[in-house]
């Protein structure tokens, strides 16, 4: 397992250098942010991975990209998390228990994608999202993928999502919530 966590920080590390998002000003994950990331989702990052190498072998390096850059959106993700404040400097609490779950009061439809839907693709993406202290989505993240175009046309869909505020003690608070997209071709 170890060498398998210094390949991966290594393959993940000189993805970085590459990878427009990096180019355009963001910093690079360190070494040991790519290990925690490693260590902390090991299946979903080792998933993007495998299939970055199976892709690679294939010469689809369009579709290697793509799975290379969920494995570095998982390593910003954990990195934002343990970096980024939220809005107030409270940390988003999971809905359960005494927290209730916001009410949707602005639906965004998802756009089925076109190569999707050509490919006969539909299944259910389910995301985990934050829901900011004023009802907007601010995160969302792919927990169960279906494919690359569907997943991204869900996160789009539902970062433009609105809910009523989650409030604790009346208090506006910010909140964890899964969330599911159903892509069904009729």
């Known amino acids: 397992?170890?060498?398998?966590?210094?390949?991966a920080v290594i393959v993940l590390g000189i993805a970085c250098m590459f990878m427009p998002s990096t180019a355009a000003g963001q910093v690079p994950p360190t070494e040991n942010e790519l290990l925690a990331a490693v260590a902390q989702s090991p299946h979903q990052v080792s998933n993007y991975l495998d299939l970055v190498k199976i892709y690679v072998d294939?010469?689809?390096?369009?579709?290697?990209?793509?799975?290379?850059?969920?494995?570095?959106?998982?390593?910003?993700?954990?990195?934002?998390?343990t970096t980024t404040?939220?809005?107030?400097g409270q940390a988003p609490v999971r809905v359960g228990g005494g927290i209730k779950e916001p009410t949707k009061i602005h639906d965004v439809r998802p756009v089925y994608p076109a190569d999707a839907q050509a490919a006969h693709t539909q299944g259910i993406v389910i995301l985990e999202t934050v829901i900011g202290p004023q009802g907007?989505?601010?995160?969302?993240?792919?927990?169960?993928?279906?494919s690359a175009s569907l997943d991204q046309a869900a996160v789009d869909a539902v970062r433009q999502w609105v809910?009523?505020?989650t409030l604790v003690n009346g208090v506006p608070v910010p909140v964890i919530m899964t969330?599911?997209?159903n892509f069904l071709l009729r």
């Open 58 to 81: 294939q010469g689809r390096f369009d579709e290697a990209e793509q799975m290379l850059g969920r494995a570095l959106a998982v390593i910003r993700q954990q990195r934002m998390a």
């Open 85 to 88: 404040p939220s809005a107030g």
């Open 179 to 181: 969330v599911t997209v």
């Open 136 to 146: 907007n989505v601010t995160d969302a993240r792919v927990m169960r993928s279906v």
């Open 163 to 165: 809910f009523t505020p």
């Open 1 to 7: 397992m170890t060498r398998y966590l210094a390949r």
